[in-house]
């Protein structure tokens, strides 16, 4: 599975972002994928922002971006994408998309262990 993320780039405070993640390779289908979104602030630690389920549209958000971003799929694309309103600058970060087959004990909370993964696409919000 390839991922590949676009959208990002510099925003000022209370602007908005959409990245999307498209994946491809072999057989991929995002029908059968949950795509998850993490990021990576300078000097901390990965931590899990959104992800949805391809199969369902089930989706789990982090609470400390409630409301503010949403997660949806355009499965004929093969693409999901997050949209990212109000940003702060404590959203700046690198931002990576992952990749994992549905199962039946996929837990979409649990984005740091899917298996595949984008390269990340930087977000930067100006003060």
């Known amino acids: 599975v390839q991922l590949v993320e676009s959208g990002g780039g510099l925003v000022q405070i209370g602007g908005s972002l959409r990245l999307s993640c498209t994946g491809s390779g072999s057989g991929f289908l995002l029908d059968d994928y949950a795509i998850g979104w993490v990021r990576q602030a300078p000097g901390k630690g990965r931590e899990g922002v959104a992800s949805i389920s391809g199969a369902d549209g089930t989706t789990y958000r982090a609470n400390f971006v409630k409301p503010r971003f949403t997660i949806s799929t355009d499965n004929a694309k093969n693409t999901a994408y997050l949209q990212m309103n109000d940003l702060k600058p404590e959203d700046t970060a690198i931002y990576y998309c992952?990749?994992?087959?549905?199962?039946?004990?996929?837990?979409?909370?649990?984005?740091?262990?899917?298996?595949?993964w984008g390269q990340g696409i930087q977000v930067t919000v100006s003060s």
């Open positions: 992952a990749a994992e087959p549905v199962t039946p004990r996929l837990n979409l909370i649990d984005i740091r262990d899917f298996h595949s």
